[in-house]
Nanobody, 123 residues
């Protein structure tokens, strides 16, 4: 019913920039929080940044001042601008969204994930 598709990953040199995007599609009535998580090889998935529907943001300490999360509610999309990238930012980046679907006379909220996009920071 709902798909989240990430795009924009790739290989970038240390100190470089990259912008990744995620678009949600399906029978969506509304989306509350959206966010980005990442998982490096051999490590657990970790929170990178989140943004509320109203635009309130939260960042992991490791990316504060370097990454910027934004969203376009009309397009059901969320973006992550990554600057001053470091090798330790290398990971698969996953999009996450709290999506409301019509369910009879009400709404059903559920958590959805994308399949991930690889970001590699290396010289």
């Amino acid at each position: 019913q709902v798909q989240l598709v990430e795009s924009g990953g790739g290989l970038v040199q240390p100190g470089g920039s990259l912008r990744i995007s995620c678009a949600a599609s399906g029978s969506i009535f509304s989306i509350n929080d959206m966010g980005w998580f990442r998982q490096a090889p051999g490590k657990q998935r970790e929170l990178v940044a989140t943004i509320s529907r109203a635009g309130r943001t939260f960042y992991a300490d490791s990316v504060k001042g370097r990454f910027t999360i934004s969203r376009d509610n009309a397009k059901n999309s969320v973006y992550l601008q990554m600057n001053s990238l470091k090798p330790e930012d290398t990971a698969v980046y996953y999009c996450n969204a709290d999506v409301g679907l019509r369910n009879g006379g009400g709404l059903m909220w559920d958590d959805y994930w994308g399949h991930g996009t690889q970001v590699t920071v290396s010289s």
